[in-house]
């Protein structure tokens, strides 16, 4: 297993220097940063835009592998399951995030289309491994989460709305750091009335910080003053 990942990964870095691309968060791919213990459902700790690079090239080698011959019927319809969610999830992840707030009814409908077609192609692998008893492709909460923006956008088109909320005004992703600070101080104090502490924690801070850069800031003008003043000098 070990040599597998490390030929992927190496496949990987072939691919994003060939295309110019990069992979910034992860220095391999092994069974540690997979997390993949026994009976466990491996899963990949990595910044957002590297997830997007390892879709296109999950696209990439999926597509390859099935213009090559020997593979069973069974096993061809996996490459395509894979190949297809790596379209799809990459034509909705990058579509929204290309768009304003607003969505159009065109757009609405070619979005709704993807991450509906990402979720058929997930669950087709899901329910794959779970009959190969492979623990692989995991029904996690996001998944669902995924499904509901479906549900919105099936309503949109429904009502007939002239512009639809885009789903990426709820993205997080480029508050990771913000999140994670939140997240470790919600873990170090009591559950109870934990939203209150949280964000009073948070503002005690925020404060101290805001009162930390105007004093340095007070102190440069000061300094950068009495530099003009004996210039003039």
Same mark, same amino acid.
């Given at each position: 297993?070990?040599?597998?990942l490390a030929? %992927?990964?190496?496949n990987?870095?072939?691919?994003?220097?060939?295309? /110019?691309?990069?992979?910034?968060?992860?220095?391999g791919?092994?069974v540690?940063?997979?997390?993949a *213990?026994?009976?466990?459902?491996?899963?990949?700790g990595c910044?957002g835009?590297?997830s997007?690079?390892?879709?296109?090239w999950?696209l990439?080698?999926?597509n390859?592998?099935l213009? !090559?011959q020997?593979?069973?019927?069974?096993?061809?319809q996996?490459?395509?399951?894979?190949?297809?969610?790596a379209? *799809?999830?990459?034509?909705f992840s990058?579509?929204i &995030?290309?768009?304003?707030?607003?969505?159009?009814?065109s757009?609405?409908? &070619?979005?709704?289309k993807a991450?509906? !077609?990402?979720?058929?192609?997930?669950a087709?692998? %899901?329910?794959?491994?779970? %009959?190969k008893?492979?623990?692989?492709?995991?029904?996690?909460p996001?998944?669902?989460?995924?499904?509901?923006?479906?549900?919105?956008?099936?309503?949109?088109?429904?009502?007939?709305?002239?512009?639809?909320?885009?789903p990426?005004v709820?993205?997080? /992703?480029?508050?990771?750091?913000?999140?994670?600070r939140?997240s470790? !101080?919600?873990?170090?104090i009591?559950?109870? *009335?934990?939203e209150?502490?949280v964000?009073? /924690?948070?503002?005690?801070?925020?404060?101290?910080?805001?009162?930390s850069?105007?004093?340095?800031?007070?102190?440069?003008?000061a300094? *950068?003053?009495?530099?003009?003043?004996?210039?003039?000098?």
């Amino acid at each position: 297993m070990a040599d597998c990942l490390a030929r %992927a990964f190496a496949n990987l870095k072939l691919w994003c220097m060939a295309n /110019s691309l990069q992979i910034f968060s992860i220095r391999g791919f092994t069974v540690a940063n997979m997390h993949a *213990n026994r009976n466990a459902f491996p899963w990949l700790g990595c910044k957002g835009a590297d997830s997007i690079v390892i879709l296109k090239w999950l696209l990439f080698y999926a597509n390859l592998e099935l213009q !090559q011959q020997g593979w069973s019927p069974n096993d061809r319809q996996v490459l395509r399951w894979i190949s297809g969610g790596a379209q *799809n999830g990459l034509a909705f992840s990058q579509g929204i &995030h290309g768009h304003g707030i607003w969505l159009v009814s065109s757009c609405v409908g &070619h979005f709704r289309k993807a991450v509906h !077609q990402f979720g058929i192609n997930y669950a087709h692998l %899901a329910a794959h491994c779970m %009959a190969k008893k492979y623990c692989l492709f995991g029904m996690v909460p996001k998944i669902h989460a995924y499904m509901h923006f479906r549900t919105e956008f099936d309503d949109a088109l429904a009502d007939g709305r002239r512009a639809t909320l885009n789903p990426a005004v709820f993205d997080t /992703s480029m508050c990771e750091d913000f999140v994670g600070r939140i997240s470790r !101080q919600s873990r170090r104090i009591a559950f109870r *009335n934990v939203e209150r502490s949280v964000l009073g /924690s948070y503002q005690v801070k925020a404060r101290l910080a805001i009162k930390s850069f105007l004093k340095q800031h007070r102190r440069a003008r000061a300094q *950068n003053k009495s530099l003009r003043m004996s210039e003039d000098v």
